[in-house]
């Protein structure tokens, strides 16, 4: 089977929680055999990346292509290259792709990102087969005040051509059963479509644990509020701080405007040696981050969002074996049970999640036991090898129709 990926940043130097999801799919269907090619469409995430892979590359057995090739490692290049450079990018995208295209694909996988969605919609029909994975609602940008106007533009026409490209796309791996439910109502009414849980390389995560270091509870991923509930972190771990003087809170995530509200509440409780702001870190500085932590934080609000998708960063939690607190939110409680597999909370709730937290704090050896039954319930729900193999199977047995 030959496949090429359309995707605006190359998964492996991109720490998001899509880039992890993408690299652990493209990885396991590799290792299923799939001669891959990814072709990489707005540049590269930082300099190392550019020197390191040049314009076109073999890294871990996928062929890599840049078909754009600007940098992207600081905010002001982001900006520029998204506002001000991306229509002569779209001008040029089709002529670029359409010559990596004249090799005969198996499929096409298209990601959400509009240059690539509107390449698909002009061109469709010179393509046999074409794949996309769906993980949240297309929606979701309707929920969040935008106070960038530029910014409420893409989002606006990034969701009016991905709806008339789902009448098009011939297959679809969805990551949750509502958003499954949704789609098959919207996409293409002859489609093949797979319910595809959110996978994790658990590979990552078998690194020594440092013993040496400090007790903390861990986060990572936005810092927004509205999204992942940091303010809620911080208020709950305010309750139980006393209770437990030796332990901090580490978040990790790219700087959001609601850091300054959160870093008010830090003040008023008096938590700034307590709380500690570690930035975005790189792919390859996760595992460690997520190991070394004595408890791993999700505390995730009830929102449109969290009802269609699942946290890429529940299934690296589970593959730690530490203890892991989160919200009943969405399809984590159809995986997850409280002071079994994990420790549970109401979302939105403070006390109820300043109460999970104790709970995973007070016990260690109930602790461990209940990291080891989330470790198990990664393993045989999430990881790589087990997801990728299903999906190598369906997209194998749809060219067989």
């Known amino acids: 089977m030959k496949l090429i990926l359309l995707r605006d940043l190359n998964p492996f130097f991109d720490s998001s929680a899509s880039g992890n999801r993408f690299a652990s799919l493209v990885t396991g269907l590799k290792e299923c055999g799939v001669d891959i090619t990814i072709a990489v469409t707005r540049g590269y995430n930082n300099p190392y990346e550019k020197k390191t892979l040049g314009r076109e590359v073999v890294y871990k057995g996928i062929h890599i292509v840049y078909v754009g090739t600007t940098l992207n490692h600081t905010l002001w290049r982001r900006r520029v290259n998204k506002y001000m450079f991306s229509y002569l990018n779209d001008l040029l995208l089709p002529y670029k792709l359409n010559v990596l295209l004249k090799d005969e694909y198996d499929?096409?996988?298209?990601?959400?990102?509009y240059s690539i969605l509107n390449y698909y919609v002009k061109y469709h029909k010179h393509i046999r087969n074409s794949l996309i994975e769906i993980n949240e609602f297309h929606d979701i940008y309707k929920q969040i005040v935008h106070s960038n106007r530029a910014q409420l533009v893409i989002a606006q026409k990034t969701e009016q051509v991905f709806l008339k490209a789902v009448k098009h796309i011939t297959t679809f791996a969805i990551m949750t059963r509502k958003l499954l439910d949704y789609h098959k109502t919207i996409s293409n009414k002859k489609g093949s479509y797979l319910h595809l849980p959110m996978t994790v390389d658990m590979s990552r995560f078998t690194i020594a644990k440092d013993n040496g270091v400090?007790?903390?509870i861990a986060f990572a991923g936005s810092l927004a509020n509205r999204k992942d509930g940091v303010d809620i972190l911080i208020e709950a771990f305010k309750l139980i701080a006393t209770k437990y003087p030796d332990v901090k809170l580490y978040?990790?995530?790219?700087?959001?405007?609601?850091?300054?509200?959160?870093k008010t509440l830090i003040e008023k409780y008096g938590l700034q040696n307590r709380v500690k702001y570690c930035g975005l870190l790189s792919r390859?500085?996760?595992?460690?981050?997520?190991?070394?932590?004595?408890?791993?934080?999700?505390?995730?609000?009830?929102?449109?969002q969290?009802?269609?998708?699942?946290?890429t960063k529940l299934g690296e939690y589970l593959a730690t074996c530490n203890p892991v607190c989160a919200t009943k939110v969405g399809e984590i409680p159809d995986y997850l049970e409280d002071n079994v597999s994990a420790f549970m909370a109401t979302p939105g709730c403070i006390d109820s999640f300043a109460d999970a937290l104790d709970r995973a704090l007070a016990n260690r050896e109930m602790a461990q036991?209940?990291?080891?039954?989330?470790?198990?319930?990664?393993k045989k729900n999430f990881d790589m090898e087990i997801q990728t193999k299903r999906l190598y199977d369906?997209?194998?047995?749809?060219?067989?129709?």
């Open 306 to 311: 969290a009802q269609g998708g699942f946290p």
């Open 284 to 304: 390859d500085e996760i595992p460690a981050f997520f190991v070394n932590a004595t408890v791993l934080a999700l505390p995730r609000p009830d929102s449109h």
């Open 214 to 216: 400090e007790r903390y």
């Open 394 to 401: 369906f997209l194998n047995n749809n060219l067989k129709k």
């Open 107 to 113: 499929y096409v996988w298209v990601t959400y990102n």
């Open 369 to 378: 036991q209940i990291g080891r039954m989330g470790y198990y319930i990664a």
């Open 251 to 262: 978040l990790a995530g790219n700087y959001h405007p609601d850091m300054k509200m959160q």
